[in-house]
């Protein structure tokens, strides 16, 4: 065959025909391909229940799909029960625990995920009777313990605390808020406090107000036929009672006169995260939603040639990457621009942003950039109509919106028949440069005076991570740093009770992505240090530091500290390194007062010996550390201290997380003894 192919290769050439084909001009885009979307069989059970079945005997396997058009929830002062709902449901039932659930489960090797709109379930054929035992007593007889609501609200708690160190979770929370409201489900914002006060009955409530038949759509796609999915659907989900399903009517969002400007703080950030973002009425459907798709596509909908991509990445080397979103919704749609970039260009990536959507509305686009995106959206479209879930998926969409019946079908011809006129048309009709959302998350008070110009009346606001404005650093007065750190030293007992402390030995657990650890803290006043994790009674790994030299020791084998990690080492293991911070090498400064997480801290900024900077909040009530910020070539830390317990007259952090990049961890220390006198053989490096 390669001879052959050699050949023809070789004829071409020698009759010129290759010669002849022009390659410095795409060819012209033909006829919108004719497409054959599977076929999707529906039936209605007497309750409501609206059955789609894709018939698929490729596989011996069978999914099952239910999904509630619940609409908006509104959550009040409990908002985030509505997303526990899912997990909850597969805590055990009336008739079934967890355990006999999950084991039920894993036994058949089958997919059982509910959520708080619907569940999903996925198995082998010959196992669906079972699973759809289990599917349908999960879905129907849910009982919501409380020691798993307990553990699943602790998880979230976990996940707030890591978050708040990523700035796009920060930007996306500040986004939703100010483009729909705080009091609207789709804005409002889950905070410990709202976890706080979940209990059980809002999960039993929303679960018999919204899990209704006639309010669902029950998707069957695999290795079985109507006659079987008929028999199936009457027998497991045929006695689900329907019931009258409430609607959130609220359709009034946030109006502004032009630009805003959202800020919020991140220390030690070296770039910031940005999104321009605003509402868009565009449902699903719409007559403009394909045209408007593929204006977002030429925009910076994902592709390498997208204008976003292209500005700020290719042409000013901003980015790595710069996206943007349309997104239709039955209520209200949004659009959203993305990027992170250095901190010194936040402003410019800002204004080239607001230039390429300004230039969407202001010039056409080619048709070369036109036929590129249409071509790709055509290839991405066809390419799922592989997947018989697709085929589900599109009866779905046309029965639950309402869409004609050969919405899908006549896809292609109107995507191949989007002008260049159109695509400005829908620019023009929904970007809204002038009246957006300008959110950046990072270094403040280095990029709020750059970002104030984009802001229609020239101010700056800036945010916390639950979406409420707060004032910023704020300067104060009679106050120095001396005289924070010896309010600290008091508020933890005083000087006489610190220094009378030789040795600790803390004993405690770490709970890092749900999997609990053992911690082991040994420290002396002779700077040696001892830090132990481990599970099932196995050390994982050891950090130890006897005044002078240090190691660490995991799976990985040992390494002896050197250089800046040794420096940092030997700083911190003192045992109240802050009281320290006064001392010659040390530069404190008190930069202002500043509310965090709705606290009233002190700002300091410690550079220490080694040249490391960290950045500490103290509490102006108590005087207590609240929160520590230190930051390496690894990226930042973020530490906070949430409880404190008093030992012998002197109090300790006994509940703390830290949190760096998407990881987490929450410690607990449950036993701290002091004076102890270890031996220096557990120093020993």
């Given at each position: 065959?390669?001879?052959?192919?050699?050949?023809?290769?070789?004829?071409?050439?020698?009759?010129g025909?290759?010669?002849?084909?022009?390659?410095?001009?795409?060819?012209a885009?033909?006829?919108?391909?004719?497409?054959?979307?599977?076929?999707s069989?529906q039936?209605?059970l007497?309750?409501?229940?609206?059955?789609?079945?894709?018939?698929?005997h490729?596989?011996?396997?069978v999914?099952y799909?239910?999904?509630?058009?619940?609409?908006?929830?509104?959550?009040?002062?409990?908002?985030?029960?509505?997303?526990l709902?899912?997990?909850?449901?597969?805590?055990?039932?009336?008739?079934?625990?967890?355990?006999?659930?999950?084991e039920?489960?894993?036994?058949?090797?089958?997919t059982?995920?509910?959520?708080?709109k619907?569940?999903?379930?996925?198995?082998?054929?010959?196992?669906?009777?079972?699973?759809?035992?289990?599917m349908?007593?999960v879905?129907?007889n849910?009982v919501?313990p409380?020691?798993?609501?307990?553990?699943?609200?602790?998880?979230m708690?976990?996940?707030?605390?890591?978050?708040?160190?990523?700035?796009s979770?920060?930007?996306?929370?500040?986004?939703?808020?100010?483009?729909?409201?705080?009091?609207?489900?789709?804005?409002?914002?889950?905070?410990?406090?709202?976890?706080a006060?979940?209990?059980?009955?809002?999960?039993?409530?929303?679960?018999?107000?919204?899990?209704?038949?006639?309010?669902?759509?029950?998707?069957?796609?695999?290795?079985?036929?109507?006659?079987?999915?008929?028999k199936q659907a009457?027998k497991?989900?045929?006695?689900?009672?329907?019931a009258?399903?409430p609607?959130?009517?609220?359709?009034?969002?946030?109006?502004?006169?032009g630009?805003?400007?959202?800020?919020?703080?991140r220390d030690?950030?070296?770039?910031?995260?940005?999104?321009v973002?605003?509402?868009?009425?565009?449902?699903?459907?719409?007559p403009?939603a394909?045209?408007?798709?593929?204006?977002?596509?030429?925009?910076?909908?994902?592709?390498?040639?997208?204008?976003?991509?292209?500005?700020?990445?290719?042409?000013?080397?901003?980015?790595?990457?710069?996206?943007?979103?349309?997104?239709?919704?039955?209520?209200?749609?949004?659009?959203?621009?993305?990027?992170?970039?250095?901190?010194?260009?936040?402003?410019?990536?800002?204004?080239?942003?607001?230039?390429?959507?300004?230039?969407?509305?202001?010039?056409?686009?080619?048709?070369?950039?036109?036929?590129l995106?249409?071509?790709?959206?055509?290839?991405?479209?066809?390419r799922?109509?592989?997947?018989?879930?697709?085929?589900?998926?599109?009866?779905?969409n046309?029965?639950?919106?309402?869409?004609?019946?050969?919405?899908?079908?006549?896809?292609?011809?109107?995507?191949?028949?989007?002008?260049?006129?159109?695509?400005?048309?829908m620019?023009?009709?929904?970007?809204?440069?002038?009246?957006?959302?300008?959110?950046?998350?990072?270094?403040?008070?280095?990029?709020?005076?750059?970002?104030?110009?984009?802001?229609?009346?020239?101010?700056?606001?800036?945010?916390?991570?639950?979406?409420?404005?707060v004032?910023?650093?704020q300067?104060?007065?009679?106050?120095?740093?001396?005289?924070v750190?010896?309010?600290?030293?008091?508020?933890?007992?005083?000087?006489?009770?610190?220094?009378?402390?030789q040795?600790?030995?803390?004993?405690?657990?770490?709970?890092?992505?749900?999997?609990?650890?053992s911690?082991?803290?040994?420290?002396?006043n002779?700077?040696?240090?001892?830090?132990?994790?481990?599970?099932?009674?196995?050390?994982?790994?050891?950090?130890?530091?006897?005044?002078?030299?240090?190691?660490?020791?995991?799976?990985?084998?040992e390494?002896?500290?050197?250089?800046?990690?040794?420096?940092?080492?030997?700083?911190?293991?003192?045992?109240?390194?802050?009281?320290n911070?006064?001392d010659?090498?040390?530069?404190?400064?008190?930069?202002?007062?500043?509310?965090i997480?709705?606290?009233?801290?002190?700002?300091?900024?410690?550079?220490?010996?080694?040249g490391?900077?960290t950045?500490?909040?103290?509490?102006?009530?108590?005087?207590?550390k609240?929160?520590?910020?230190s930051?390496?070539?690894?990226?930042?830390?973020?530490?906070?201290?949430?409880?404190?317990?008093?030992?012998?007259?002197v109090?300790?952090?006994?509940?703390?997380?830290?949190?760096?990049?998407?990881?987490?961890?929450?410690?607990?220390?449950?036993?701290?003894?002091?004076?102890q006198?270890?031996?220096?053989?557990?120093?020993?490096?």
């Amino acid at each position: 065959m390669k001879k052959i192919i050699t050949l023809l290769y070789m004829g071409l050439l020698s009759t010129g025909l290759w010669a002849q084909l022009d390659r410095s001009t795409p060819p012209a885009a033909g006829p919108a391909p004719q497409i054959n979307i599977g076929e999707s069989q529906q039936f209605t059970l007497k309750n409501g229940l609206q059955v789609f079945v894709v018939e698929d005997h490729k596989l011996p396997m069978v999914s099952y799909s239910l999904t509630l058009n619940t609409g908006a929830v509104p959550e009040g002062e409990a908002t985030g029960y509505v997303e526990l709902v899912g997990d909850l449901m597969r805590a055990g039932t009336t008739s079934r625990s967890k355990a006999e659930i999950d084991e039920a489960v894993d036994f058949i090797g089958a997919t059982l995920s509910p959520h708080s709109k619907g569940i999903y379930a996925r198995s082998l054929t010959r196992h669906n009777s079972i699973l759809l035992e289990l599917m349908s007593d999960v879905l129907l007889n849910p009982v919501f313990p409380q020691e798993e609501l307990d553990k699943i609200v602790k998880q979230m708690e976990t996940a707030i605390q890591a978050n708040k160190n990523e700035p796009s979770a920060i930007a996306g929370n500040i986004a939703s808020v100010l483009r729909y409201g705080s009091t609207d489900p789709y804005g409002a914002v889950t905070s410990e406090a709202s976890l706080a006060r979940i209990t059980t009955d809002h999960l039993k409530q929303y679960h018999q107000t919204y899990f209704c038949p006639n309010k669902g759509y029950l998707i069957i796609v695999g290795d079985i036929t109507l006659k079987e999915a008929k028999k199936q659907a009457k027998k497991y989900f045929g006695k689900w009672q329907e019931a009258e399903v409430p609607q959130y009517e609220n359709q009034s969002w946030p109006s502004y006169e032009g630009p805003v400007v959202a800020v919020a703080n991140r220390d030690g950030a070296n770039q910031s995260t940005l999104q321009v973002t605003h509402t868009v009425d565009l449902t699903p459907g719409h007559p403009d939603a394909i045209k408007a798709s593929v204006m977002n596509q030429i925009l910076g909908g994902g592709s390498f040639n997208a204008r976003l991509f292209q500005n700020l990445r290719e042409d000013k080397a901003f980015t790595y990457g710069a996206y943007s979103s349309l997104s239709t919704d039955e209520r209200i749609g949004n659009f959203n621009a993305s990027t992170q970039v250095r901190t010194s260009v936040s402003d410019s990536a800002v204004h080239e942003i607001l230039y390429e959507m300004r230039r969407m509305q202001n010039e056409q686009v080619s048709e070369e950039d036109l036929e590129l995106i249409k071509n790709m959206m055509t290839g991405s479209f066809s390419r799922s109509l592989e997947d018989p879930q697709t085929v589900a998926r599109f009866a779905l969409n046309i029965a639950r919106y309402n869409l004609p019946a050969d919405y899908y079908q006549t896809y292609l011809q109107k995507l191949a028949a989007v002008t260049a006129e159109d695509v400005q048309e829908m620019a023009k009709k929904y970007l809204r440069p002038e009246q957006c959302i300008i959110v950046a998350v990072g270094e403040a008070d280095k990029i709020s005076e750059t970002l104030a110009p984009f802001a229609a009346d020239g101010k700056v606001r800036r945010y916390d991570y639950y979406g409420e404005e707060v004032k910023g650093l704020q300067a104060v007065s009679g106050v120095s740093a001396a005289d924070v750190i010896a309010a600290y030293a008091e508020a933890l007992g005083g000087q006489e009770a610190l220094d009378g402390i030789q040795d600790w030995r803390q004993t405690g657990t770490a709970t890092v992505q749900g999997m609990a650890l053992s911690v082991l803290t040994v420290q002396t006043n002779k700077n040696q240090v001892l830090v132990e994790m481990g599970m099932n009674g196995q050390v994982l790994s050891k950090q130890v530091f006897d005044g002078q030299r240090g190691k660490v020791v995991s799976p990985m084998g040992e390494q002896e500290l050197e250089g800046p990690m040794l420096a940092e080492m030997k700083e911190s293991s003192v045992l109240f390194p802050e009281l320290n911070y006064l001392d010659e090498g040390y530069e404190l400064e008190l930069l202002g007062a500043e509310i965090i997480d709705g606290q009233n801290c002190y700002k300091l900024q410690v550079t220490k010996p080694s040249g490391s900077a960290t950045t500490l909040y103290f509490k102006v009530g108590d005087g207590l550390k609240f929160r520590e910020i230190s930051s390496s070539p690894q990226g930042s830390a973020t530490t906070s201290y949430r409880e404190w317990t008093e030992v012998e007259g002197v109090l300790f952090p006994t509940r703390i997380n830290q949190s760096m990049g998407p990881q987490s961890i929450d410690m607990h220390i449950e036993q701290i003894e002091l004076n102890q006198q270890p031996d220096a053989e557990l120093f020993a490096i």
